[in-house]
């Protein structure tokens, strides 16, 4: 079997950046990651980018980007799917490098989120959920997971409290990440006191919006082995679907897209969950976390928080997750996080994770999800021995 290798990763640090424009953002990541592989041409770039038609009046991403990096003439195109487009455009490229119709595919995340505020953004953000059955009826993303959370507490008996553990973990692993955008720690007694966004959503239940961009570079492993020192194996790449609204699924408390796209991306890599060294999972909202774990098989139905409240979230835990904060405390620049993950993946798996480094990693897996989760890219990285 072919497989696709990622040889170069970049990233900016994670803010308000109102100074920068959305090409020169996209341009700061590539050129760090092009600088990481050592390679000056790529035949083919994918941008994952949800918004920036709404909040930087900036479509046709591809060829703009293409143009200002220096590559006008390659294959580019825009890949959206709400905030899962990083990680459905990271499978575009593996995809390309593994046909053998593209030998060196770039891949680059980027989201300008902070130039607009109030209803503008609420707006923008709502259009990832059903326009006519949902956000028509006031519904944001915040509310949606409010009403998942909410089901959560009724069917399984526990109180907003028994969540904290997922922000206390990813905030004190954002402490040791300098890109991330914030580097506080965050008291268990202080979550359930937090400020209501949809209740029982609060302020520390969701991850900030930001903007940012990350990149990778994607070859061919055999060509990869010649290219680079530790080339990072994607050794299963897999999206899945489920209903966009949430009421027209069966379950409102199962992932389908991210069980489904979890159980492909595993066989397609031969590892168990036992392999896996590190989660990077979405955590836009708490309950996404909660839920993400149970649908990817980490825990059983119901029981995703206890993971938190035992501490085997952390990184000597037994499922480390969002290892350098996640979007939590990293920050969540919509279209670009999915590349962050992949990018803070290939950091462990090299070694490179510096104070945020889990212990001989080996196996990583990353999943990014769209909207509520209807849609679900899971990544499953490795590194050869």
């Known amino acids: 079997m072919t497989f696709a290798s990622i040889i170069g990763i970049g990233q900016t640090d994670v803010r308000e950046h109102w100074q920068t424009s959305i090409r020169h953002l996209a341009w700061y990541a590539i050129e760090a990651a092009l600088d990481d592989a050592q390679v000056s041409k790529v035949d083919a770039l994918y941008v994952g980018n949800m918004l920036a038609g709404q909040f930087s009046r900036q479509n046709h991403l591809g060829a703009l980007i293409a143009d200002f990096a220096g590559m006008r003439g390659i294959e580019a195109v825009t890949v959206e799917a709400a905030d899962a487009s990083g990680g ?19 891949v680059v995340g980027v989201e300008k989120m902070t130039d607009q505020t109030g209803a503008p953004v609420t707006a923008g953000l ?3 959920l059903d326009a006519d059955h949902e956000a028509m009826h006031g519904a944001t993303p915040a509310a949606i997971a409010a009403l998942m959370m909410r089901r ?14 997922f922000s206390v973990n990813a905030h004190a692993n954002g ?3 300098p890109m991330g955008m914030f580097q506080n720690r965050l008291k268990a007694e202080r979550f359930a ?38 080339p990072v194996r994607v050794a299963g790449s897999a999206l899945a679907t489920d209903t966009l609204a949430l009421h027209d699924r069966r379950d409102p408390l199962w992932l389908r897209a991210a069980a489904l796209s979890a159980q492909a991306a595993l066989a397609q890599a031969a590892v168990s969950l036992a392999d896996i060294d590190l989660f990077e999972l979405h955590d836009s909202f708490t309950i996404l976390a909660a839920l993400s774990l149970e649908a990817a098989g ?3 139905r119901g029981q995703g928080w206890q993971l938190a409240r035992d501490g085997e979230i952390g990184r000597n835990g037994r499922v480390p997750i969002s290892t350098f904060g996640g979007l939590k405390a990293r920050g969540n620049p919509i279209g670009a996080t999915g590349v962050y993950q992949i990018v803070e993946v290939a950091r462990q798996l090299r070694g490179q994770a510096g104070a945020c480094q889990i212990p001989s990693a080996r196996v990583g897996m990353a999943q990014n999800l769209g909207g509520s989760g209807g849609t679900a890219v899971t990544h499953i990285l490795a590194i050869d021995e």
């Not at 459905?88 to 390309?96: E, G, Y």
């Open 88 to 106: 459905a455009a990271l499978r575009q490229a593996v995809l390309a490098v593994k046909s053998g119709l593209v030998q060196t595919a770039l």
């Open 126 to 128: 709502a259009s990832m």
């Open 152 to 165: 959560y507490l009724h069917e399984y008996g526990v109180t907003v409290a028994d969540f904290a553990g």
């Open 175 to 177: 402490v040791d990440n």
């Open 193 to 230: 006191d937090a400020p209501p966004v949809a209740t029982p959503v609060s302020l520390f239940d969701a991850a900030p919006y930001a903007d940012g961009a990350a990149a990778v570079i994607v070859t061919d492993h055999e060509r990869a082995l010649d290219m680079a020192p530790q």
């Open 298 to 300: 980490f825990a059983e």
